[in-house]
């Protein structure tokens, strides 16, 4: 756990992260032990500097068109990390979305986070929209508050969203106010465009400079995508895919090959602005498929994205 | 001129322009001497595929917020072209705005287009809003259908704007509107964005291909930028400048070397992906400035590009 806190705080830490999804809440037991097993396995043997465990959600709210897959919930993001991968030596980052629990609820949960034995890791999620927050619900601002005053050994993370930032402007300004509320790191969504990703690290860089303050790490997602289908999803999840990334990825002989060529690509690019700017930055690869061509693909990018760091 | 032809129809065209705007129309005859005698020796020692005259346009029409530079008319681009530097042995592709123009006043253009003792080159212009077309005035589908008409020889090229293409996803369709319409060519404006030029190239090459068509080439203009105003007319121009390249070049402690470098790279990226899918290219450095400094930069630019393009 100390050696992730260390490399959070050094000036080029250069972090390799790995996430997953828990299995579905349908899944029959013993087919979750055997995906559990196979899972340790596997990241056991990539090593990153911390696994992240997802918590999937629906999203609906944010759009009229329907979902590309169909939503199925996962197990507890909390029991998937904490006890059925409880024995995996490794930090685990746990996302956790605030908007549909209530205020008691977060706060018995940041009473079990503050009473583990060692330092908890944690992305906290606001609403996909402002709609997204049920009345008498947490906002991300009052779940910050809430972990300030009952779990403040737990070590927070935020996301921070090249998209919004292209639309808007200001996704810099709020990863400002995210440090300023105690976050120690930020993960990206998946990146396809190296351009507005290079546009929010320079903005936040910038405006942390201007401040007198060191920007944190940024992390950011990788995913590979093997189909028209998934690159559907994406879309609908609201991740920018240039044209011609899009158009690449619908031409290719075999799909998932080419969107691991082109996430390196991506990422060389990303990778090499930040570090010729001294802005601190990490990878983080997806895998939330259970297809086994997915996942060995998954595992092909962190090994090849590691190297690039050359770590 | 057979040169550019067959230049033009060679399925890797690797064309290298080099673009001027007619010294303003204030400017005293003996000082227009010496700015003619200045920029022929320049351009005879670069030695492009062809000269490019711009003929530039107020387009305060565009939006209502002020002009970072004052509009001034310039020398008409024809006269500038065929007359003042009527002795450099080299294509002219000469801009013409048809916004402005009423019928007889083109349909006098094309006449004399088409006496002239050897093929002549030329880009149409369209209003830059829909607004800016005046009453009586000639569309750019009149104009290219008064060329087929009066001026069948005259070799048109055509503007091809990714900025439109990022906004609206139809440029490409407009492009093939406009080879069926007896376009030969398209310039781009000035390449700051790898990202968005990459989707208008391979949406233009698809669409192209599935229709049966060779696609066309398209030149990509490059420019420096040797100030944080000159910045600004970009931007107030249209021209997408990603956030992270504005950030590099207000921090840059020389802006104008900083662009040069930028300029290659974003050139890099894009020429390489168009020779990787076989989409013919080719690029136009942009020297608008009458500062010694950034016409050298220009240069400098035009001369790196070449080589990169192995000419």
Redesign the interface.
Known sequence: MSALLDRLASPRPDLCFYGLAPPKQSTPPERVQAIVAAQKERVRALSPDALVVYDLQDESSRQPDPRPFPFLPTLPPDLYAHHLMGDLALPKIVYRSVAGADRPGFEGWCAETATAGEPRFSVLVGAPTARGVSSGGVTLDDAYGLVRRHAPSLVLGAIAIAER?ARR?DEHERMLAKAGAGCRFFVTQAVY????S??L???YA?AARARGERPLPVVLTFSPCGSPRTLALLKWLGIAV???LE??LL?ARDTLETSVRLAEAVAADVLA?AHEREIPVGVNVESVSIRKEEIEAATALFTGLRARLGR
């Open positions: 930032h402007g465009d190296a351009s507005s290079k546009s690290l320079s903005d910038r240039p044209r011609w158009n690449e031409d602005f």
